[in-house]
T-cell receptor
Framework: EAEVAQSPRYKITEKSQAVAFWCDPISGHATLYWYRQILGQGPELLVQ????????DSQLPKDRFSAERLKGVDSTLKIQPAELGDSAMYLCASSLTAGGYYEQYFGPGTRLTVT | KQEVTQIPAALSVPEGENLVLNCSFT??????LQWFRQDPGKGLTSLLLIQSSQREQTSGRLNASLDKSSGRSTLYIAASQPGDSATYLCAALLSSGNTPLVFGKGTRLSVIA
């Protein structure tokens, strides 16, 4: 069964350092999402791509976060510089396309700890 | 702004018991509602997706219902097992296609053998 892949699974970094996460969606899925989940909370959307275009990045802290999906396939989320409050689970999801009929499938996530 | 609430926040039940998890949402104009399972430190596994035109969906021992008019969904788990122990999250999608899923905080379920 096809799955969303993410790496690394765990990352520990010091504050002020740069960190990057990678996501490979299910083949053929046009829509890709990055969510952040703080411990004890539900995930919140950071950015949504339709193919290579950003369709929603309203909750992305653009002074330190960036995201790209250059060829409309895999995606990278970067944080620079990392802050203590960025410690969270970063989840990637994909769906066939945007719209309510299509389920979002989630990857295993990257657990980030900023010290 | 759509808000999703899940009650209770935590639940502990003996093995074999039937149980209900509750999810409420403030904006009844949802497009669909999805239930997820999350094991500690892991990603989300989709359990059931209910379209706005549907009233319920079933998968094995799981049954999810949707009542848009009252802004509620329930996840029913029959004959609970220790392997069902996890956090269960519900998420609502608003009617327009490019809006994000809005998640509740989840219900942490423990099934005691």
């Amino acid at each position: 069964e096809a799955e969303v892949a993410q790496s690394p699974r765990y990352k520990i970094t010091e504050k002020s350092q740069a960190v990057a996460f990678w996501c490979d969606p299910i083949s053929g899925h046009a829509t890709l999402y990055w969510y952040r989940q703080i411990l004890g909370q539900g995930p919140e959307l950071l950015v949504q791509f339709q193919d290579e275009s950003v369709v929603d990045d309203s909750q992305l802290p653009k002074d330190r976060f960036s995201a790209e999906r250059l060829k409309g396939v895999d995606s990278t989320l970067k944080i620079q510089p990392a802050e203590l409050g960025d410690s969270a689970m970063y989840l990637c999801a994909s769906s066939l396309t945007a719209g309510g009929y299509y389920e979002q499938y989630f990857g295993p996530g990257t657990r980030l700890t900023v010290t | 702004k759509q808000e999703v609430t899940q009650i209770p926040a935590a639940l502990s039940v003996p093995e074999g018991e039937n149980l209900v998890l509750n999810c409420s949402f403030t904006d009844s104009a949802i497009y669909n509602l999805q239930w997820f399972r999350q094991d500690p430190g892991k990603g989300l596994t989709s359990l059931l997706l209910i379209q706005s035109s549907q009233r319920e969906q079933t998968s094995g021992r799981l049954n999810a219902s949707l009542d848009k008019s009252s802004g509620r969904s329930t996840l029913y788990i029959a004959a609970s097992q220790p392997g069902d122990s996890a956090t269960y999250l519900c998420a609502a999608l608003l009617s327009s296609g490019n809006t994000p899923l809005v998640f509740g905080k989840g219900t942490r379920l423990s099934v005691i053998a």
